[in-house]
């Protein structure tokens, strides 16, 4: 069985167009989803997984270690 994490990060903000001295925020998030690989920058999960077949993940995200506040292993 592969391995599933839940993770809580901080995602970045932007606008667009014309704006006041207002400054958009950073907001918490959580994703959830099968360990496709790490490395010393950023952790990679995948919402889908396939039993079979050549492509074996589906929708991936790439979040960067400096954002995640927290990682747990959902058993």
Known sequence: MAKMYL???????????WHGTEEPSCCMNQSV?????????SITIALSKAEEGFVPYGDYITI??????????VK
């Open 7 to 17: 993770i809580d990060w901080i995602d970045t903000a932007t606008t667009n167009g």
């Open 33 to 41: 989803g099968f360990y496709v690989k790490e490395d010393k920058r």
């Open 64 to 73: 960067p270690k400096v954002c995640i506040k927290k990682k747990k292993q």
